[in-house]
């Protein structure tokens, strides 16, 4: 068996020879720990939908050690199965052997990214959003706006009715565009509401402000409340999860390095730009106690910088807490007006799989009074957004989908509390497509409603 040394390979990205070694070697010397043990399988939701090995874990950890070794014969196989691939990580919680089956598949997508399939214009497409539109706040609000014109003159519908069925999918998932109001800057500095208990950053997130401002708002009121001064800087920019998924390592490691700049141990967020905000946020000496988060897949890959970036992420990571696993761990010390609703809540893989956070969402949601939680099966399985997973696989993302939408409508509740966007939008689009009346929102929007 050939033999490769991840520790010397040397890794220049100006040379693709030096780079493809790398990223080989790195993908080699993950897969180690797997022992074909198979007891990740029935967790695995492009398993159960396709009963294929090659589209199990242990299948793609096979091919891609093969591809690290030099003998896979069909190397298009492994970039099919890499992209075909939720990134749900619900097999890393069923592995015994602790398999970083999520870092294994980040390495290998960067890799294969250029033989993936859906063809050369579909990269381009794929790359140009995510370079030059979804980490660019202007024009990202500028495309939310065009979407809003559109969505307004019932564009969204005609598409759904002319385009060939494989767009109009695509078209139906178009997600609700907040009114202008909401989708706002929050102010940089909101202090906390009597006794002060810390100081902590709030994260905003690309595509966040721009379609869920209502969230983020609610989790900068709510910080408030329970006694923390709350500052939101203005340089910060996308974590790049996105870009990593999709195997732009390279860009990924660009916006963590731009994020650590901002949030860096030391940091304060302080922008220079001297408005009243600003002015209340230099006074408040030090750093941030954590920098918090709303949408668990940023939470999720803030917290794994330093396998992008090595050391110099170690900084950030270390203080980056989901929003709800920062409240249930500080305790919410605010009382809670009673909300008699029915709340199913739903696990975000980003949180459950790639965070371990479970118990914190429910923690909080029961300290509502009269709230009912609704338990409903298998709340922990994938939704199948994953990203763009629902516009790059539209059918593989609706048969994963399928058994949450029945579970829901079994457990009927007036709420499905979910806490990632890419989430709440799947969610939402699959409710409605069964019409099913049930609302999709975030926890922290109940705990802002119930704490006002
Ligand atoms: S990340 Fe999800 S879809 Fe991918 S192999 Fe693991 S369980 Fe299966
Ligand atoms: S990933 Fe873990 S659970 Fe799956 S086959 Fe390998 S060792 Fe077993």
């Known amino acids: 068996m050939k033999t490769i040394d ?34 990740c399988l029935q967790s695995c939701p492009t398993y159960r939908a396709t009963g294929r090995e090659t589209s199990s874990p242990r299948g793609r950890i096979y091919l891609m050690r093969g591809h690290a070794e030099g003998r896979l014969d069909d190397p298009a196989l492994l970039a099919e ?62 495309i939310v706006r065009l979407l809003a014109v559109a969505k307004g003159l019932g564009l969204d519908r005609l598409a759904v009715r002319v385009l060939p069925e494989a767009l109009a999918r695509r078209a139906a998932m178009m997600p609700e565009i907040p009114a202008a109001a909401e989708r706002k800057r929050m102010p940089a500095f909101t202090p906390a509401v009597g006794v002060r208990r810390g100081r902590v950053a709030l994260f905003e997130g690309c595509v966040m402000p721009e379609l869920f401002g209502r969230v983020n708002d609610a989790a900068r009121l709510v910080l408030s409340r329970a006694g923390f001064d709350v500052v939101v800087p203005e340089a910060q920019g996308c974590c790049g999860a996105l870009h990593a998924h999709a195997g732009d390592d390279e860009r990924a490691k660009v916006l963590a390095r731009a994020n650590v700049e901002v949030f860096g141990e030391g940091a304060t967020g302080a922008s220079g730009k001297g408005d009243a905000g600003h ?13 918090v988060v709303t949408s668990a897949g940023c939470s999720a890959a803030l917290k794994e910088l330093p396998h992008w970036i090595g ?61 009912v939680l609704v338990p409903h099966r298998n709340p922990e399985a994938c939704c199948g957004a994953a990203g763009i997973y629902n516009l ?17 409508a079994d457990a009927a509740p007036e709420l499905v509390a979910t806490a990632n966007p890419g989430c709440a939008m799947q969610l939402a689009a699959g409710l409605a497509g069964r019409g099913i009346a049930a609302r999709v929102v975030h926890p922290i929007e109940l705990l802002e409603e119930a704490s006002r």
Not at 279 to 291: C, M, T, Y
Not at 393 to 407: I, Q, R
Request: aromatic share 4%.
């Open 392 to 408: 790059t696989h539209p059918e593989m993302s609706e048969t994963v989908l399928a058994p949450k939408l029945d579970a829901l």
């Open 279 to 291: 002015g209340a946020e230099r006074a408040v000496p030090g750093g941030f106690d954590a920098i």
């Open 81 to 142: 199965e890499a992209f075909l691939c939720l990134g749900c990580r619900a097999c890393e919680t069923a592995c015994p052997s602790g398999v970083r089956y999520g870092e294994i598949l980040e390495v290998t997508r960067a890799a294969v990214r250029e033989q993936q399939p859906g063809g050369r214009f579909a990269r381009a497409l794929e790359r140009f959003v995510l370079r030059e539109i979804v980490p660019r706040r202007g024009r990202l609000a500028w």
């Open 6 to 39: 991840a520790s010397t390979t040397p890794a220049c990205p100006s040379n693709p020879t030096a780079l493809a070694n790398r990223l080989q070697a790195q993908i080699h010397a993950k897969t180690l720990d797997c022992v074909h043990c198979g007891l």
């Open 311 to 371: 050391e110099d992420g170690k900084p950030l990571a270390g203080r980056v807490r989901d929003v709800l696993e920062f409240l249930d761990a500080e305790g919410l010390d605010i009382a809670l007006s009673p909300m008699p609703r029915r709340v199913c809540y739903d696990d975000p893989c980003h949180l459950i799989h790639a965070q371990g956070i479970a118990a914190a969402p429910r923690n909080l949601l029961n300290a509502i009074p009269q709230l």
